[in-house]
T-cell receptor, first 113, second 111 residues
């Protein structure tokens, strides 16, 4: 079993839809969870950062962590064409352990106007 | 404030050639990283550095070398390029922590 699993998609939705992106993981030591957004031909940029279980909301984006199920989600409300990108989950067991980040393979999302 | 700057953006190498991918950051970050991203494979850490003069191997270091003589620069050297090194290479930097700032990448083809 891979350490982090992420459905690569592609996922295509109409503008305004609610989007759900997910990752599962096997290492129960992971405590720090991130979502990076990567536009085509660009480097990833940090979108959301959460610690342990629970929800975090930032505008139209909500990150959710369920450590008991080893499952994390990113929800995008009222999706826009500008949200079209690849979304990568990332996680680590240590605070500040950036050299030990494990990335998912990314899910490619297209939001159609 | 340019952030993380990578050069070149594209490069084609012949098998056996060598080259250096350049990376510079102007945010005074101590940590710098080199990742490669293959289609459908996510980001894999090649090398990282926690400060000038200090480097360490990541998950996939074979075929690569790095040096860190200044806080700003972290070049990645490919010796004897092989087709398996065809990939997109990203440099990133951070203050210690998970928020990585990435450059725009170098697309490398080895033919």
């Amino acid at each position: 079993q891979k350490e982090v699993e992420q459905d690569p998609g592609p996922l295509s939705v109409p503008e305004g839809a609610i989007v759900s992106l997910n990752c599962t993981y096997s290492n129960s030591a992971f405590q720090y969870f991130m979502w990076y957004r990567q536009y085509s031909r660009k480097g990833p940029e940090l979108l959301m950062y959460t610690y342990s279980s629970g929800n975090k909301e930032d505008g139209r984006f909500t990150a959710q962590v369920d450590k008991s199920s080893k499952y994390i989600s990113l929800f995008i409300r009222d999706s826009q064409p500008s949200d079209s990108a690849t979304y990568l989950c990332a996680m680590s067991a240590e605070k500040g352990g950036s050299e030990k980040l494990v990335f998912g393979k990314g899910t490619k999302l297209t939001v159609n106007p | 404030n340019a952030g993380v700057t990578q050069t070149p953006k594209f490069r084609i190498l012949k098998i056996g050639q060598s080259m250096t991918l350049q990376c510079a950051q102007d945010m005074n970050h101590n940590y710098m990283y080199w990742y490669r991203q293959d289609p459908g494979m996510g980001l894999k850490l090649i090398y990282y550095s926690v400060g000038a003069g200090i480097t360490d191997k990541g998950e996939v270091p074979n075929g690569y070398n790095v040096s860190r003589s200044t806080t700003e620069d972290f070049p990645l050297r490919l010796e004897l390029a092989a087709p398996s090194q065809t990939s997109v290479y990203f440099c990133a930097s951070s203050v210690r922590g998970e928020k990585l700032f990435f450059g725009s990448g170098t697309q490398l083809s080895v033919l």
